[in-house]
T-cell receptor, first 116, second 114 residues
Framework: KQEVTQIPAALSVPEGENLVLNCSFT??????LQWFRQDPGKGLTSLLL?????REQTSGRLNASLDKSSGRSTLYIAASQPGDSATYLC???????????????FGKGTKLSVKP | NAGVTQTPKFRVLKTGQSMTLLCAQD?????MYWYRQDPGMGLRLIHY???????AKGEVPDGYNVSRLKKQNFLLGLESAAPSQTSVYFC?????????????FGPGTRLTVL
């Protein structure tokens, strides 16, 4: 069974700090890895998607890396701002669970708080 | 462009009542999904559809039914609601072409079953 784990479950940092969120998965048979952001009481917003053949993707202050062989991904946030406060989720479409049809297995998320 | 919309936003049911949640997308996406989000459990897939007229079971399908009569709509039904179905329900969609793996989520429906 594919398990997706995110560590830490919660993180509090001062504004301006660079930070790293971690995501690990137990089975490397994935098509891609996706990072989402969820604000309280809201839906999920896609941040970055890394195809299984890629090593990293960048969008503004966000950089996501993927090491399929070790089952790990990191989301790097540069110069954090209070507006970055949210829950960050990673998800993978697993080949043994309808992954080709986009069925996602989610981690439980990291709740980030950036203090002014 | 509204993206993915869900109706209703909130609902309170009594045990045994039925209801239908509506998901609509205006991006001409082939794939649509229903997830539930529970504290400590994360998001789990209930049912999904790979195109108009098709449906399939996800990880937690028991107690739910779905229909995809029109490409833009995906309905989630609860025939006899139970307290264990208290949750936040999210609908998502994605395209079917190359490099269209990103899923777009609706704002969610918060359902309480008493």
């Amino acid at each position: 069974k594919q398990e997706v784990t995110q560590i830490p479950a919660a993180l509090s940092v001062p504004e301006g700090e660079n930070l790293v969120l971690n995501c690990s998965f137990t089975d490397s048979a994935i098509y891609n890895l996706q990072w989402f952001r969820q604000d309280p009481g809201k839906g999920l917003t896609s941040l970055l998607l890394i195809q299984s053949s890629q090593r990293e993707q960048t969008s503004g202050r966000l950089n996501a890396s993927l090491d399929k062989s070790s089952g790990r991904s990191t989301l790097y946030i540069a110069a954090s701002q209070p507006g970055d406060s949210a829950t960050y989720l990673c998800a993978v479409p697993w080949a043994n669970y309808g992954g080709s049809q986009g069925n996602l297995i989610f981690g439980k998320g990291t709740k980030l708080s950036v203090k002014p | 462009n509204a993206g993915v919309t869900q109706t209703p936003k909130f609902r309170v049911l009594k045990t045994g009542q039925s209801m239908t949640l509506l998901c609509a997308q205006d991006m001409n996406h082939e794939y649509m999904y229903w997830y539930r989000q529970d504290p400590g459990m994360g998001l789990r897939l209930i049912h999904y559809s790979v195109g108009e007229g098709t449906t399939a079971k996800g990880e937690v399908p028991d107690g739910y039914n779905v229909s995809r009569l029109k490409k833009q709509n995906f309905l989630l039904g609860l025939e006899s609601a139970a307290p264990s179905q208290t949750s936040v329900y999210f609908c998502a969609s994605r395209g079917s072409g190359r490099y269209t793996d990103t899923q777009y989520f609706g704002p969610g429906t918060r359902l309480t079953v008493l």
